[in-house]
């Protein structure tokens, strides 16, 4: 089976960053995907990493070690916005889209 | 360009009768899953489909649970004699065939009240 785990809560204040980690045991591993959902909205792609390392991409960067089973999502500068829960998912199998998803990470952002 | 379109968005039903979930993949896509999210809970995967054809039904419920997607028109979830814990918020998400796209897009969802 899948085991894929993240913090349920964070906090942190406007302008600072907020790290968000995620540890997975899967059967299979062909990439490691993180979405952002808004309450009551569909989950929206931030990032994907299949190969070990960081990828930056804006204020968002994630990092990926397989050996070690671990991602994390790093949210810099946060903004009000980005007040929502945070889901990382894992993907099994290479020739298709089906999901494993953790319990997902709510992040608020305070003035 | 519209991405996944899911209706309805709400969707109250009483106990017992069915419910009839769509979602029209985004143009061009041919692969269709389908994610429950229960309240407080993430996304657990159900039933993964192609152009009339179930390719991963393995998160269906083995009961009350069918899912179609045929060849014109949109996929179909469908939940027959519904009870109070299918109330949820049911997620449909598309992807094109090819390998090397890194994104399964999501609709917006239909969430589903059984009274």
């Known amino acids: 089976g899948q085991n894929i785990d993240q913090p349920t809560e964070m906090t942190a204040t406007e302008g600072a960053i907020v790290q968000i980690n995620c540890t997975y045991q899967t059967s299979g591993f062909n990439g490691l995907f993180w979405y952002q959902q808004h309450a009551g909205e569909a989950p929206t792609f931030l990032s994907y990493n299949v190969l070990d390392g960081l990828e930056e991409k804006g204020r968002f960067s994630s990092f990926l070690s397989r050996s070690k089973g671990y991602s994390y999502l790093l949210l810099k500068e946060l903004q009000m916005k980005d007040s929502a829960s945070y889901l990382c998912a894992v993907r099994e199998r290479s020739n298709d889209y089906k999901l494993s998803f953790g319990a997902g990470t709510t992040v608020t952002v305070r003035a | 360009n519209a991405g996944v379109m899911q209706n309805p968005r709400h969707l109250v039903r009483r106990r017992g009768q069915e419910a009839r979930l769509r979602c029209s993949p985004v143009?061009?896509?041919?692969?269709v899953y389908w994610y429950r999210q229960l309240p407080e809970e993430g996304l657990k995967f159900m039933v993964y489909l192609q152009k009339e054809n179930i390719i991963d039904e393995s998160g269906m419920p083995k009961e009350r649970f069918s899912a179609e997607f045929p060849k014109e028109g949109p996929s179909i979830l469908r939940i027959q004699q519904v009870v109070r814990g299918d109330s949820a918020a049911y997620f449909c998400a598309s992807s094109p065939d090819r390998e090397e796209n890194t994104e399964a897009f999501f609709g917006q969802g239909t969430r589903l009240t059984v009274v």
């Open positions: 143009k061009g896509h041919s692969h």
